[in-house]
Nanobody, 121 residues
Framework: QVQLVESGGGSVQAGGSLRLSCAAS????????MGWFRQAPGKEQEFVAG???????YYTDSVKGRFTISRDNAKNTLYLQMNSLKPEDTAAYYC???????????????WGQGTQVTVSS
């Protein structure tokens, strides 16, 4: 059973940066597919970024060039570096883990509790 705990959310002005962390315990994330998802009020959950077991990375179009997903296997932690933040990035951000990366949130086995990101204009 993998437990995931996100941190690093907060309130920033447009153009600012945040780095989200997702600390894992109870299992390694080294060989797992990992994803970041977000959900804004009144909207469906959406895929943001992912990393495969082979460290291939994937992004939704709206964050390409601004967000970077990475994984520190020694710390068993997943990161999401978010630069040039926009008000439309405001959402609760969740990390998730499964055996093989997929963009479909419904296929993920383990989820964190989420961390709120608020970007003001």
């Amino acid at each position: 059973q993998v437990q995931l705990v996100e941190s690093g959310g907060g309130s920033v002005q447009a153009g600012g940066s945040l780095r989200l962390s997702c600390a894992a315990s109870g299992g390694t994330i080294r060989n797992r597919g990992m994803g970041w998802f977000r959900q804004a009020p009144g909207k469906e959950q959406e895929f943001v970024a992912g990393i495969g077991w082979n460290s291939d990375t994937y992004y939704t179009d709206s964050v390409k060039g601004r967000f970077t997903i990475s994984r520190d296997n020694a710390k068993n932690t997943l990161y999401l570096q978010m630069n040039s933040l926009k008000p439309e990035d405001t959402a609760a951000y969740y990390c998730a883990a499964k055996s093989v990366f997929n963009r479909n949130a419904r296929l993920y086995d383990y989820w964190g509790q989420g961390t709120q990101v608020t970007v003001s204009s």
